[in-house]
Nanobody, 124 residues
Framework: QVQLVESGGGLVQAGGSLRLSCAAS????????MGWFRQPPGKERDFVAS????????YYTDSVKGRFTISRDNAKNTVYLQMNSLKFEDTAVYYC?????????????????WGQGTQVTVSS
């Protein structure tokens, strides 16, 4: 059974940092782009960041550029999201996803596998 399991969420003050991890099991995703999405309370799920299969290419939504960094360790079948300078508006459930693509992509429809999500709450 293929699973993506996020961890590392929690409560943090504005300006603080968190590092999310997404561990995959059941198959390797070393040839797949990976992504992070988030769903704020009462809103739709939106793209946050994506990384290519090799880690050589990344995309970010404008609101997190310069603050968030996506990375991956294919040997561990794990992708990370380092979040710095967190803002209240970053509060959301964060989801990890694996794409049916080598290349980083912002398109949710290209992601075949999704995790259950981890809550990130930033207090102002």
């Amino acid at each position: 059974q293929v699973q993506l399991v996020e961890s590392g969420g929690g409560l943090v003050q504005a300006g603080g940092s968190l590092r999310l991890s997404c561990a995959a099991s059941g198959r390797t995703f070393s040839n797949n782009a990976m992504g992070w999405f988030r769903q704020p309370p009462g809103k739709e799920r939106d793209f946050v960041a994506s990384i290519s299969w090799s880690g050589g290419s990344t995309y970010y939504t404008d609101s997190v550029k310069g603050r968030f960094t996506i990375s991956r360790d294919n040997a561990k079948n794990t992708v990370y999201l380092q979040m710095n300078s967190l803002k209240f508006e970053d509060t959301a459930v964060y989801y990890c996803a694996a794409a049916n693509s080598y290349y980083a992509t912002t398109t949710p429809a290209l992601y075949d596998y999704w995790g259950q999500g981890t809550q990130v709450t930033v207090s102002s």
